[in-house]
């Protein structure tokens, strides 16, 4: 019943929410260059396939830029990526990062999946994102969870089938137009849910409360 609907938006940790971190700092704790722009992609703890394979594709295409990436390539074939990075003292790759709040004020442009917790995090921090959603979601969620963003300005998208070649281009659209990232940077906060915890736990005790 619609009258029991409750949107609270999901909890994010307080390291990742309330982060302390300062951005060089972050830049720092990967050992990279606080006066380069910063690209964080992010597939999750297996790995996005499509991304992972786009960045090792286009690589070169960061240091010819300028630009510098944190690259979290997941486990599957992490031995793989973490050889196409090794030449590049640029890109830091590993298949898992712990400090993701280090990762988060480091960054300057997030490219991630669109999971429902991806992209609550990547909204708290306000990051400018390109959306790559897993085509294999159930009833292709994870699109619908980007296209809400992306119909609002607040957020671009790639689909999965185009990031080979459309990847280097979205991010390269957000590096170089200002305009566009401090625009996608408003509006990405309004989606933010600060307070998603206490929400649920104050429904939870409505509703013991009031049966």
Not at 29 to 34: A, E, I, W
Not at 42 to 51: P, R, W
Request: glycine share 4%.
């Amino acid at each position: 019943p619609k009258d029991k609907i409750v949107i609270t938006g999901n909890p994010i940790r307080k390291t990742i929410a309330q982060s302390t971190v300062s951005t060089s700092e972050g830049v720092s704790f990967f050992g990279l260059d606080t006066n380069k722009k910063t690209i964080l992609a992010v597939g999750g703890s297996l790995g996005a396939k499509s991304i992972n394979e786009a960045l090792a594709n286009h690589i070169d295409e960061f240091e010819k830029n300028n630009l510098q990436l944190i690259w979290q390539t997941g486990k599957s074939n992490a031995s793989e990526y973490a050889r196409a990075a090794s030449n590049y003292s640029n890109v830091y790759v590993s298949s898992f990062i712990d400090n993701m709040s280090a990762a988060y004020t480091a960054t300057d442009i997030v490219v991630s999946r669109a999971g429902a917790m991806a992209v609550a995090e990547i909204c708290i921090t306000g990051k400018p994102c390109v959306f790559v959603p897993y085509p294999l979601a159930a009833e292709d969620h994870q699109t619908y969870n980007a296209m809400t963003l992306v119909n609002e300005g607040a957020a671009l998208m790639v689909a999965d089938n185009a990031v080979n070649e459309k990847l280097m281009s979205n991010i390269m659209q957000l590096v170089q137009d200002k305009q566009l990232t401090d625009s996608i940077q408003n509006k990405i906060k309004h989606f933010a849910m600060l307070n998603a915890d206490t929400m649920i736990a104050a429904s939870i005790i409505k509703n013991v409360q009031e049966n």
